[in-house]
């Protein structure tokens, strides 16, 4: 889908140095994008996908050797020999296997006590390469809404150091999407935001919890902490707070992913914005371009998508016509 998204870009637009990704997700839009563009704006207000940004993007300081040596420290550890601790006590025998879940804690808690001993790259490469190492490991369908129930067999936990670039002209943000719509500038700004209502905070809530490590009291049988970081998008309100978001951007170009999975018989996938609803939208904005691509979506349930679709709308941004329409919202701006 990469592909297909910029070779549509590199068609529908001109003379552009600066790409904005406002809900980076994965980040595998943003990365290629690096490759492109002189300044690319990163943003998602999950904490661990902001970590894992930093590691992979960010333009700092880092020693390649030490941090290698951290990680052959963490290989070497024999986890018969540990305790229980946090991470263990709630996540052990349910998201990994007891022996596991005991050295993902005291790895965890190691390197919170190192952290002023490394800079801010050495940490979120640290980080991010036991996100990615665990998550080979885990006891799920792909994401941590739940566990499968059965007996886990362990698996030899192996860290492995993720591949590191230091881009200059990165940029990176955690912040709510309309929030930096506000203040952000670039040449195109592309939009990808959660349609349906599974939030992704709950998704990830392992991650989250593992990233942040403020060891909150977790409820449920998938133990989880208090709702944090929940998306308007996910909700009723979606529809308006696109509106807000598009109504208040600074570029020249917005294109905008969208897929057809409003059509699945699961409530949770049906989708908060309708396809008519973007295209409306848009379209007060500027001159509007549609391209559509077959698509198999990610789907770790019960849900059938028939002629699933993957939208991609590229708005030649008129702000004369976007004021315009969008005069109230933009009322003491």
């Not at 993007?57 to 951290?70: A, G, I, M």
């Not at 804690?105 to 665990?134: F, M, N, P, Q, W």
């Not at 499968?148 to 698996?155: F, L, N, Q, S």
């Not at 941004?317 to 003491?332: C, K, Q, Y």
């Amino acid at each position: 889908m990469v592909d297909w998204i910029f070779n549509i870009i590199a068609t529908e637009t001109e003379n552009v140095h600066s790409f904005c990704d406002l809900f980076a997700g994965t980040g595998a839009v943003a990365n290629r994008a690096f490759t492109l563009y002189d300044r690319v704006v990163v943003n998602d207000f999950l904490h661990s996908n902001n970590i894992i940004y930093k590691a992979f993007f960010q333009d700092s300081t880092w020693s390649k050797s030490k941090v290698l040596e951290l990680l052959d420290r963490y290989n070497s550890i024999d986890p018969n020999t540990l305790s229980d601790n946090y991470f263990s006590l709630n996540y052990g025998d349910k998201f990994f296997d007891m022996k596991t879940s005991r050295l993902i804690g005291y790895i965890r808690e190691d390197l919170a006590s190192r952290r002023l001993y490394l800079t801010e790259k050495e940490y979120a490469v640290v980080l991010a390469s036991l996100i990615y190492s665990i998550d080979r490991l885990a006891n799920t369908l792909g994401h941590y809404e739940a566990y499968i129930k059965k007996a886990i067999a362990p698996r030899k936990l192996i860290i492995r150091m993720i591949d590191v670039n230091n881009f200059k002209g990165a940029e990176i943000y955690q912040e709510d999407a309309n929030n930096l719509a506000r203040r952000v500038q670039a040449d195109v700004v592309y939009i990808d935001p959660p349609y349906n209502s599974r939030q992704y905070s709950r998704f990830y809530h392992l991650l989250e919890t593992l990233v942040q490590w403020t060891k909150p009291e977790l409820f449920g049988s998938a133990m989880k902490p208090k709702e944090e970081n929940m998306s308007n998008y996910c909700r009723r309100s979606a529809f308006a707070a696109f509106q807000d978001l598009i109504a208040h951007i600074d570029a020249r170009y917005l294109v905008v992913s969208y897929n057809n999975t409003y059509k699945s018989k699961s409530s949770s996938s049906e989708n908060k914005i309708k396809l008519e609803q973007i295209e409306e939208a848009l379209n007060n904005c500027g001159e509007t371009h549609i391209f559509e691509h077959a698509h198999s979506p990610f789907n770790s349930g019960k849900t059938e998508f028939k002629d699933h679709k993957e939208y991609l709308f590229v708005t030649h941004v008129n702000n004369e016509r976007r004021n315009r329409a969008f005069s109230t919202l933009l009322r003491g701006r």
